[in-house]
């Protein structure tokens, strides 16, 4: 499995220490920075990873920021980006199970690294599940390619 990894200056440390923990598991990861602590605009980042996701350059992407909001924000808008904020390994899990999370978020201001880690693994190790949850995933999708959503009351 093929990663790419982005933060901004707050969340260098986890971030490194996300990037080494999934290394010994045998994965490649793709480190888009930043790694200088000086004061950097988090869209860059998530500009970055959201465009490799998007091009499927690789298999998905992790974000880091003070609280994964404005790095997750950035990304989405990246068409063909599902980035989910996550706090905790329940919705990070259901993030792939429901909606095809394509990124996974989170803050480094907000919860610790064994989280982070927890987090993490469950996400990678869920699957998307399909089903009655396509429809809803294509109506994702056309809010973002027409700007607009046709049908609005289906059950
Ligand atoms: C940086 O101060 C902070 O705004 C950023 O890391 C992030 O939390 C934004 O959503």
């Given at each position: 499995m093929k990663l790419a990894i982005g933060n901004d200056h707050v969340a260098i440390e986890m971030k490194l220490e996300i990037m080494q923990y999934l290394r010994e598991k045998g994965m490649e990861i793709i480190d888009i920075g930043t790694?200088?602590?000086?004061r950097f605009h988090y869209p860059i980042s998530g500009y970055k990873v959201g465009k490799m996701v998007a091009n499927k350059e690789v298999d998905g992407g992790i974000l880091i920021c003070g609280t994964g909001v404005g790095i997750s924000l950035a990304a989405n808008k990246v068409k063909g980006v599902r980035a989910c904020v996550c706090s905790e390994p329940y919705s990070a899990k259901l993030s792939r199970q429901?909606?095809?999370?394509n990124i996974i978020a989170f803050g480094a201001r907000v919860i610790g690294i064994e989280m982070a880690k927890m987090i993490v693994d469950e996400w990678l190790a869920a699957e998307y599940e399909g089903g009655r949850h396509q429809i809803r995933i294509d109506m994702i999708s056309e809010i973002e390619q027409a700007g607009s959503l046709r049908a609005n009351d289906m059950g």
């Amino acid at each position: 499995m093929k990663l790419a990894i982005g933060n901004d200056h707050v969340a260098i440390e986890m971030k490194l220490e996300i990037m080494q923990y999934l290394r010994e598991k045998g994965m490649e990861i793709i480190d888009i920075g930043t790694n200088d602590p000086k004061r950097f605009h988090y869209p860059i980042s998530g500009y970055k990873v959201g465009k490799m996701v998007a091009n499927k350059e690789v298999d998905g992407g992790i974000l880091i920021c003070g609280t994964g909001v404005g790095i997750s924000l950035a990304a989405n808008k990246v068409k063909g980006v599902r980035a989910c904020v996550c706090s905790e390994p329940y919705s990070a899990k259901l993030s792939r199970q429901h909606n095809n999370s394509n990124i996974i978020a989170f803050g480094a201001r907000v919860i610790g690294i064994e989280m982070a880690k927890m987090i993490v693994d469950e996400w990678l190790a869920a699957e998307y599940e399909g089903g009655r949850h396509q429809i809803r995933i294509d109506m994702i999708s056309e809010i973002e390619q027409a700007g607009s959503l046709r049908a609005n009351d289906m059950g």
